[in-house]
């Protein structure tokens, strides 16, 4: 089923291209295949370039768009495994969602149970409350995750870094245990970022924002700092 939802995606610029699968039935293995691309993930790509708040922002824009995409679909797509190391930068330096193992219609009432989720260990970081109580995933998981790769596109940081251990972390998420804004991030240049993000990490599911409201956000902020760039860089050279 994860194959034919990913290459039904195709369409969309944001949506990194399916080529096939590899199957190691030795050890009932599979992986679903994407195209290289030269600058890696985002947060390589990020770790590699640090780039400026704007290029940052367009990221997150690039972003957005495809999980838009995703979840205006009939029915909705939810991604289900949202982080930075699942979002491509190509040599156009777009970002694209990939890795569509986790992704489900939602109207599929089996939709991505934590416990049968082979993906899942691994990205604990970045589910909602209501996943690790064994809710099925929704549009609003994905929102929530989505919140967290912004705090990785903007921060480099992982989400609840320095804390290794899974029962840790699944404590910090219960305890709605979320970062602050202070001087050593660069979060502190785009508050309304901040401001979104925290609106996405609402315990309450129904209480977040759609992804597309988060568009709609994203776009003017992208707005705005292009304007602010471009004065700054007219004030430099004149």
């Not at 089923?1 to 990194?16: D, F, T």
């Not at 609003?140 to 903007?154: H, K, R």
């Not at 996405?200 to 902020?221: F, G, I, Q, Y």
Request: with cysteine; hydrophobic share 40%.
């Amino acid at each position: 089923r994860e194959m034919l939802v990913w290459s039904s995606l195709e369409a969309h610029p944001g949506i990194a291209k399916f080529l096939g699968f590899y199957a190691d039935f030795k050890n009932s293995k599979a992986w679903l295949l994407s195209p290289w691309e030269p600058n890696g993930n985002v947060s390589e790509f990020i770790k590699a370039h640090n780039p400026e708040v704007p290029e940052k922002l367009s990221l997150v824009y690039d972003t957005i768009d495809a999980l838009t995409f995703l979840h205006q679909r009939d029915p909705p797509v939810c991604h289900g495994d949202l982080k930075a190391a699942n979002v491509l930068v190509g040599a156009d330096y777009k970002a694209r969602l990939c890795d569509f193992g986790l992704a489900r219609l939602h109207e599929d009432s089996g939709f991505g149970r934590l416990e049968t989720s082979t993906g899942m260990k691994g990205s604990i970081r970045w589910c909602s409350p209501e996943i690790l109580k064994d809710a099925p995933r929704a549009p609003t998981s994905d929102v929530y995750a989505w919140a967290w790769l912004v705090w990785e596109i903007m921060t480099g940081d992982l989400p609840y870094q320095g804390t290794s251990a899974d029962y840790a972390i699944m404590a910090k998420i219960f305890e709605s245990h979320l970062p602050e804004v202070d001087g050593q991030f660069r979060l502190g240049d785009c508050l309304q970022v901040w401001e979104l993000m925290r609106r996405c990490w609402n315990v309450d599911p129904e209480r977040r924002p759609t992804a597309s409201m988060c568009k709609t956000t994203v776009t003017h902020l992208v707005r705005i700092l292009d304007t602010q760039f471009s004065s700054i860089i007219l004030l430099t050279f004149t």
